[in-house]
């Protein structure tokens, strides 16, 4: 089962102070990209020229694109979806994917992953459960906010809905049109060969969509690989109390971005950029992926306490070159039960590894 | 100004269930309580939930020779039978595993983590919670850093958090959510032999239930054939018993 969360267009979702008044994104000169959908109430449509949306809703509130920061609302919805579903898929126009399959608790899933689109976008999405990515898409869009549309037979319910539901271009519609296939229970009953004749391959695929066989593949989002945090010190400082501190706070926000991605560390390294431009670093590969701000800053927080650095220090970097996909959180996914003993078996691994193999003993009793 | 207040108050409580569930805002004394670990000890009796509370810290406090360590080696020996994995974190370096053994543990490997510092006691502490320990002992004091992420990884994962202290530090005793104080009353003598104590335990603080009130509790020492007796009664009940 395939769960879609619909959320406004991310371009709209970057300002939600805007929310409830018409808004229209796109670039002077070019087409519109995403409209709110008051702004849609008055006519505008992505796609339409921005002149033209202008004339159709003159008192809409018009935002240039900014493609940097709709990614980056992506990627935190994605990583914030991440540990709901083995495979996870966000798209810029607002629309998440989370193929349920193998997933032990569906219906916490599905609560969580609402909660999560609402955290993020601060607006109710509109859910959708069918057996694939398009027909969950459109029963998304025809719940209500909040609420969760669920579809057993996939081909029953595409039936009555426009063709135009389909991802095609005008030209491609237009030939639809003629050929008299208005909604998708009529391209259903059409055989694939026939209009893969009229239309090439995406005719096949338009009539596997419309008969719920949902041909296409989710795309699963990976978290990012590398990240890293930094803090300048002016003047330099040689209190090692300070340095403590700062490295906590630094653990602490790289920490958030780990739980934020769904990864863990699988490397750690700081870096000291001393007052004389020297630098000194230290580096450790952990077998067990490192996640929480109390595993980052026990590593890095041992070393400083050691660390006698040759001058004071102007800068200090905590890098994690090596992320890993977050295998640790998403174990409860799959492991049998609920993955609670592996967890606690690597995390008894993790302190062996730091403090040696004879801090844990196990005892014979009884 | 009393009078007009009440109604908006609750026009606005109203609006609030309306649009978030009836669940969205609740009293604080309807909250439900967490989860609850009965133990089989008479502590069960005394934090008003009928065992110990999953998920948060509860502490065993006193000075001396109270019987809190002897309480405490009854709930490990239980939660070896209970829980997949029970650990120890003996930060003193004390824990003696033959101590346990009036208790009848469950057969096989007890954890123990004997950290090098309190900090990596803090550590392995508020690591295990995380993963999902079943039950921890502490055998000592958590420093104040590592307390809030035992207490949100306890909280996550249901852990059973039971600490062992003399006289808990300010923040080790506001983090946790059951506070039991033993005092001893009495050592009991029989013909010139010490045979064992008498304590009161008291509920001290308990954020989990209205607080239930004082025990009587004897710990009593029989020497036997066959090794130490240990056995405790809770005045007026059998509650619990073990013998070598």
Not at chain 1, 55 to 76: I, K, N, Y
Not at chain 1, 267 to 291: K, W
Not at chain 1, 349 to 354: I, P
Not at chain 2, 41 to 49: A, E, F, H, S, V
């Amino acid at each position: 089962m395939v769960c879609c969360g619909l959320t406004s267009h991310l371009e709209l979702a970057r300002r939600p102070d805007l929310y409830g008044s018409p808004v229209v994104v796109g670039r002077w000169d070019d087409h519109v990209i995403a409209a709110s959908a008051e702004a849609v109430a008055a006519g505008v449509a992505p796609g339409m020229p921005l002149r033209q949306a202008e004339h159709l809703c003159p008192l809409a509130t018009f935002l240039m694109p900014d493609l940097e920061a709709s990614v980056r609302l992506q990627e935190l919805i994605a990583a914030a979806l991440y540990d709901l579903a083995p495979v996870v898929e966000v798209r810029v126009d607002g629309v998440a994917w989370l193929d349920l399959e193998g997933v032990t608790s569906i219906p916490l899933a599905i609560r969580e992953a609402r909660r999560r689109l609402r955290a993020a976008t601060a607006c109710e999405p509109r859910l959708g459960l069918a057996s694939g990515p398009f027909a969950a898409r459109l029963a998304a869009a025809r719940a209500r906010p909040g609420r969760l549309l669920r579809i057993d037979d996939a081909r029953s319910f595409l039936a009555p809905l426009s063709s135009r539901e389909l991802d095609f271009d005008a030209e491609q519609m237009e030939r639809l049109d003629l050929l008299g296939l208005r909604t998708l229970g009529d391209v259903a009953a059409i055989g694939p060969r026939e209009l893969e004749s009229q239309l090439g391959r995406e005719g096949r695929r338009a009539v596997m969509l419309a008969r719920g066989l949902e041909p296409d593949r989710l795309e699963p989002w990976r978290p990012p690989m590398f990240t890293s945090s930094h803090r300048q010190f002016d003047p330099p400082v040689e209190d090692r109390e300070a340095l403590l501190f700062v490295a906590r706070a630094l653990c602490g926000d790289l920490a958030e971005e780990l739980g934020l991605r769904g990864a863990g560390a699988k490397r750690l390294r700081v870096r000291l950029r001393l007052e004389d431009a020297d630098e000194e670093t230290r580096d450790s590969l952990v077998r067990h992926p490192l996640s929480s701000a109390a595993e980052l800053f026990g590593l890095v927080g041992s070393w400083i306490k050691e660390w006698q650095p040759a001058a004071p220090i102007a800068e200090m970097w905590i890098e994690l070159p090596v992320l890993e996909a977050s295998g640790r959180r998403q174990l409860r996914l799959w492991a049998g039960g609920d993955g609670t003993s592996e967890e606690v078996v690597a995390a008894l691994e993790r302190l062996q590894e730091r403090y040696g193999e004879g801090v844990v003993t196990q005892v014979r009793v009884g | 100004m009393q009078i007009q207040a009440e109604p908006r108050l609750e026009h606005a409580i109203e609006a609030i269930r309306v649009r978030f569930g009836s669940q969205a805002l609740t009293r604080a004394a309807e909250l439900p309580p967490p989860p609850a670990w009965p133990s089989g000890t008479p502590l069960d009796r005394l934090t008003g939930i009928g065992g110990l509370p999953k998920g948060r810290i509860s502490l065993l406090v006193g000075s001396g020779t109270c019987g809190k360590l002897t309480l405490a080696l009854s709930l490990l020996a239980g939660a070896t039978h209970e829980f997949a994995h029970a650990v120890v974190i003996d930060a003193g370096g004390g824990f003696d595993a033959g101590g346990l053994l009036p208790f009848v543990p469950a057969r096989g490997p007890l954890t123990v983590v004997r950290p090098p510092a309190p900090d990596a006691a803090g550590e392995a502490a508020s690591t295990l919670a995380r993963a999902g320990a079943g039950f921890i002992l502490l055998m000592g004091e958590v420093p104040e850093p590592w307390l809030g992420p035992l207490e949100s990884g306890a909280n996550r994962s249901g852990t059973v958090v039971v600490g062992v202290v003399d006289a808990p530090s300010r923040a080790f005793a506001h983090a946790s959510s059951l506070s039991l104080a033993f005092a001893r009353v009495d050592w009991i003598w029989d013909r010139g032999q010490l045979i064992g104590l008498r304590t009161l335990a008291r509920c001290s603080k308990n954020r989990v239930a209205p607080p239930v009130g004082e025990s009587e509790l004897e710990v009593r020492y029989f020497p036997g054939p066959a090794g130490i007796r240990e056995q405790a009664v809770a005045v007026g009940e059998q509650a619990w018993s073990a013998v070598v």
